[in-house]
């Protein structure tokens, strides 16, 4: 499952970071959900959710762009155990021979308010306030985890920073007057490049050599946990309240017809040769890694378990188990 790492692991920025597993998993989900299903706004609103949050990775990804990329190696949406078996997250980190830098990414609209006295975060928005946990805090726990994390696996330590990043640009950012470790760790995205190098400019020899940096970044990917929680058992949906069949590609419409060797959507008379490959990627992702022969008929509506086996043998996958019993891989 190391391929889940979203982006590019150990390479430097690429220009596109892929769509992360909760947005593809809820696209998917709510596709697969009627529009009278009863909890549909909700998942809709996570699906809202999870896409401001990849906007905001992507606009730090643009200001991540002006550093010299062979001093950095930036990693990001690690999730890793630490040695008491609890789980932490960083948004994205940079790693270099003199120092580390953690960037913790707000993408929230509004005002933002960080309190000292209850140290918490304040978003008011259209008039309404609503208490977060203060990211300085998260922030400043995932250093120390981290810290234990590479002493625990013996790998050379430099100074870790660590950044509160406001993605959104229209966000008004007030702290409180006394708050001075809010002063020194929040920013905006745009300032990422200034205050890093003001954090380079610290420091003059390397602490690292190139193979210790390379080997860091390496142990983080290689203990790189991914999230993929079961949200069919989170939303409380049964697989009967799934949709079964094949989307026509051009309107949509759910369930194409299987033709000879073609489908064929009643709504808008497209045929597709493939509309069922998404359908069996849908299948993959909300029901599971394997399939039967028919498992595969019940979901793409297929007239026979001939047209069934006929699509399974096109598509190569490993085949497991004998007769009736066997399933297919779809990884
Ligand atoms: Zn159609």
Same mark, same amino acid.
């Given at each position: 499952?190391?391929?889940?790492?979203?982006?590019?692991?150990?390479?430097?920025?690429?220009?596109?970071?892929?769509?992360?597993?909760?947005?593809? /998993?809820?696209?998917?989900?709510?596709?697969?959900?009627? /529009?009278?299903?009863?909890?549909?706004?909700?998942? *809709?609103? $996570?699906?809202?959710?999870?896409?401001?949050?990849?906007?905001? *990775?992507?606009?730090?990804?643009?200001?991540?762009?002006? +550093?010299?990329? *062979?001093?950095?190696?930036? +990693?990001?949406?690690?999730?890793? $155990?630490?040695?008491?078996?609890?789980?932490? =997250?960083?948004?994205?980190?940079?790693?270099?021979?003199?120092?580390?830098?953690? +960037?913790? /990414?707000?993408?929230?609209?509004?005002?933002?308010?960080?309190?000292?006295?209850?140290? =918490?975060?304040?978003?008011?928005?259209?008039?309404?306030? &609503?208490?977060?946990?203060?990211?300085?805090?998260?922030?400043?726990?995932?250093?120390?985890? +981290?810290?234990?994390?590479?002493?625990?696996?013996?790998?050379? $330590?430099?100074?870790?920073? /660590?950044?509160?990043?406001?993605?959104?640009?229209?966000?008004?950012?007030?702290?409180?007057?006394?708050?001075?470790?809010?002063?020194?760790?929040?920013?905006?995205?745009?300032?990422?490049? *200034?205050?890093?190098?003001?954090?380079?400019?610290?420091?003059?020899?390397?602490?690292?050599?190139?193979?210790?940096?390379?080997?860091?970044?390496?142990?983080?990917?290689?203990?790189?946990?991914?999230?993929?929680?079961?949200?069919?058992? &989170?939303?409380?949906?049964?697989?009967?309240?799934?949709?079964?069949?094949?989307?026509?590609?051009?309107?949509? =419409?759910?369930?194409?017809?299987?033709?000879?060797?073609?489908?064929?959507?009643?709504?808008?008379?497209?045929?597709?040769?493939?509309?069922?490959?998404?359908?069996?990627?849908?299948?993959?992702?909300?029901?599971?890694?394997?399939?039967?022969? =028919?498992?595969?008929?019940?979901?793409?509506?297929?007239?026979?378990?001939?047209?069934?086996?006929?699509?399974?043998?096109?598509?190569?996958?490993?085949?497991?188990?004998?007769?009736?019993?066997?399933?297919?891989?779809?990884?």
């Amino acid at each position: 499952m190391r391929r889940e790492f979203y982006p590019r692991g150990d390479k430097m920025i690429d220009k596109e970071r892929k769509i992360p597993y909760k947005v593809m /998993v809820l696209e998917v989900l709510l596709a697969r959900l009627s /529009v009278h299903y009863p909890n549909r706004g909700y998942i *809709e609103g $996570e699906l809202g959710k999870a896409i401001a949050g990849w906007r905001g *990775e992507q606009a730090i990804d643009y200001y991540l762009t002006f +550093l010299p990329k *062979e001093k950095y190696r930036i +990693l990001h949406d690690l999730r890793l $155990e630490d040695n008491e078996k609890r789980f932490f =997250q960083i948004d994205t980190i940079l790693l270099s021979k003199k120092y580390h830098v953690i +960037l913790e /990414v707000k993408n929230m609209a509004g005002t933002l308010f960080f309190n000292n006295n209850p140290q =918490q975060l304040v978003q008011t928005l259209n008039n309404e306030e &609503k208490a977060y946990q203060c990211p300085i805090m998260q922030v400043e726990r995932q250093r120390l985890q +981290l810290q234990a994390f590479l002493r625990s696996l013996q790998l050379p $330590e430099v100074p870790i920073f /660590v950044l509160v990043v406001s993605s959104h640009p229209n966000t008004v950012i007030k702290i409180a007057p006394n708050f001075k470790k809010a002063n020194q760790y929040v920013i905006q995205s745009a300032a990422i490049p *200034e205050r890093i190098n003001t954090i380079e400019a610290n420091f003059d020899e390397d602490k690292l050599t190139p193979k210790e940096l390379k080997k860091i970044s390496r142990t983080l990917i290689k203990h790189h946990q991914p999230l993929k929680p079961d949200y069919l058992e &989170k939303y409380k949906i049964a697989h009967s309240d799934l949709l079964t069949g094949v989307h026509c590609p051009n309107c949509r =419409q759910i369930p194409m017809q299987r033709k000879r060797g073609y489908w064929y959507c009643h709504s808008c008379q497209h045929s597709s040769k493939d509309a069922h490959l998404a359908a069996i990627h849908n299948y993959s992702v909300l029901l599971g890694p394997t399939i039967t022969n =028919q498992q595969l008929r019940n979901f793409l509506h297929l007239p026979s378990p001939s047209v069934a086996s006929k699509i399974l043998s096109s598509l190569s996958l490993k085949k497991s188990g004998i007769m009736k019993g066997s399933y297919y891989q779809l990884e």
